[in-house]
């Protein structure tokens, strides 16, 4: 039977992502009053344009040109091209939602590359009487992939798979993408010939920062080659990558180009080049005259305009809000830059829920305890093990462990705390993968709870500590990893069908496999595609010991 903490925890959850679902904050931020269009502080009149183009990419493309539609339908005539993963797309009057990679596998493919050069014709087809919306989402980097002519798309795939493996955060891997493509760093904005673009962007990077969100199409890059040669060196000191990849960087006097309007069919091979004003391609310009027509491409201010529209930070206070109403006490946090790993977040995460439930003195606007420093030992040996009906954990006569309620000073008893705690936070965390030999099944949220769990299990909690706490993580776009969950909940209900089934977390976590323990034990939270995607949220719920129903309890005593 599921809990209530269980369903008050996703319910949270839930509302998280219920706040920042696409459709309806493109819809909020655009308003209409017959031939007038307010965006942001801008307004247009349709009197001044002929046609909308809608172009774009990310997991919540579609929902984002639903809501565009919602607003502009009728206003202008509308043509458009997005790309997003299969599986989301839509059947919508001219504008194509094109399906750029496989559901669950967030790497660039030679459809994705199709998609991108369509958007590339549509935006340089533009005239000074077209109104352009770029829709950028979470994802948007493997679904706009075009390489530069000196690469193939075989090599940023092997880049993003080897960057990603090694615990690069989203920030290094974009900052090297975008100067190996000719769409992304500012390169869809050097495209565009039309009087205005509008990025309306549903932010998936931590912090807000629109250049990196999607490797930042539409506007301006801040990064420079050498920074991108500098992380390369970071993450393969040896040189293992392709040499194309690292001759294309050192290239720093060459210019990014656009590319050939052609029908090429091998995607993978295919060369970009720069067509002229007249639209005919040039196969052989100068270095120096590719730099005058840079200059005459490169955009004023004036000519783009770019709105955030939901972040994570949104997402966690509507979380907050949902808790508040449910009658929790309340803490929140959303990262504003690289978190680290999933497994010192995880960790951390378990070290607050002790806290919580063994000092009725901590308040929940005490800031988070640093993250704990892990013994290697005590994690190698953790498993679950039964409760016996005084609520210990079965132990020999001869065993040392404290109680779990003994203090550090003393065996007096911790008095416990009697409100209900809800510990709310948004990132996005990065997992360093085993060799792909030994790989199991898992995402960044399904290893940040497994490690919470083997980190709670050096704690011997008793059934009553167990049954007082929750914890979701869990990707707001509903993916997690290539798996179809979005994420993974811990609760006394998982530990015990651990306990029953024999699991050891450690033996699924170090071969990155956390997806194959949760789902044996009932913990993995499958929501599908939420046409969305703002990182990640976790809820850690605990509850009141005072609040408990005896009546719902689980006996959770060793029937060995």
């Known amino acids: 039977m599921t809990s209530q903490l269980r369903e008050e925890a996703l319910q949270i959850w839930t509302a998280a992502v219920d706040s920042v679902r696409a459709r309806s904050l493109v819809a909020r931020s655009i308003h209409r009053d017959g031939e007038k269009l307010t965006v942001g502080q801008s307004v247009y009149r349709a009197a001044d344009f002929d046609r909308v183009i809608v172009v774009g990419a990310g997991k919540a493309g579609s929902a984002m040109t639903q809501g565009l539609l919602d607003k502009i339908d009728t206003w202008r005539p509308v043509r458009g091209w997005i790309n997003v993963p299969e599986g989301t797309e839509l059947e919508l009057q001219n504008v194509r939602t094109h399906p750029a990679r496989p559901s669950g596998i967030n ?10 050069l369509k958007i590339l014709d549509l935006v340089q087809s533009c005239s000074d009487r077209d109104l352009c919306f770029a829709l950028i989402s979470g994802g948007g980097s493997a ?8 690469i193939k798309l075989q090599d940023k795939l092997r880049l993003t798979q080897f960057l990603s493996g090694a615990g690069a955060d989203i920030i290094e891997l974009n900052t090297v993408r975008k100067h190996l493509s000719v769409i992304k760093g500012g390169g869809l904005l050097r495209a565009f010939r039309g009087k205005k673009i509008i990025t309306l962007i549903l932010s998936d990077v931590l912090g807000d920062p629109v250049d990196q969100i999607a490797s930042g199409p539409t506007v301006p890059d801040t990064t420079s080659k050498a920074q991108a040669l500098a992380i390369l060196q970071k993450y393969d000191p040896h040189r293992t990558l392709p040499t194309r990849i690292y001759d294309a960087l050192r290239q720093q006097n060459q210019e990014t180009t656009l590319p050939e309007k052609t029908q ?4 993978t091979e295919r060369h970009l080049h720069d067509p002229k004003p007249s639209g005919k391609p040039s196969r052989s310009m100068s270095i120096s005259d590719q730099k005058k027509e840079n200059q005459r491409l490169s955009r004023e201010p004036s000519d783009y305009e770019t709105l955030i529209i939901g972040n994570n930070a949104g997402a966690v206070s509507a979380a907050e809000r949902a808790a508040q109403q449910l009658g929790f006490i309340t803490e929140s946090h959303s990262a504003t830059a690289s978190e680290g790993l999933a497994e010192e977040i995880g960790r951390q995460l378990a ?6 439930l063994r000092d009725a003195s901590l308040k929940v606007e005490q800031p988070f305890a640093q993250n704990p420093e892990p013994n290697q030992a005590a994690l190698d040996q953790a498993e679950p093990r039964a409760i016996n009906e005084r609520g210990s954990t079965d132990s020999s006569p001869n065993d040392s462990q ?11 008893p911790a008095p416990i705390p009697s409100d209900n705690l809800a510990t709310i936070n948004g990132g996005e965390p990065t997992v360093i993968l085993c060799p792909p030999e030994l790989r199991g099944l898992g995402g ?5 709870v497994l490690a919470a769990y083997q980190h709670l ?19 707001t776009d509903g993916e997690d990893g290539p798996t179809d969950a979005a994420g993974a909940i811990l609760d006394r209900h998982v530990h015990q069908r651990a306990i029953d089934l024999k699991l050891r977390p450690q033996d699924f976590l170090g071969r990155n496999d956390a997806y194959h323990f949760f789902e044996q034990v009932d913990g993995l939270i499958v929501t599908g595609p939420t046409g969305t995607n703002v990182c990640d949220v976790r809820v850690l719920l605990i509850q009141a010991a005072d609040g408990i129903n005896q009546a719902n309890s689980v006996d959770m005593r060793n029937t060995e």
Do not use: F, K, Y
């Open 107 to 116: 790497e660039p493919t030679a459809a994705g590359v199709d998609g991108s």
């Open 143 to 150: 679904l706009l992939p075009a390489p530069i002519p000196e």
């Open 264 to 267: 090429h069919h091998d995607v």
């Open 351 to 356: 070290q607050r829920a002790i806290e919580q």
């Open 402 to 412: 404290p109680s779990p309620h003994d203090s550090q000073t003393g065996n007096t």
């Open 444 to 448: 960044r949220n399904q290893q940040l």
């Open 457 to 475: 299990l050096q704690a011997n909690l008793t059934d009553l500590e167990w049954s007082r706490l929750c914890l979701i993580s869990g990707g």
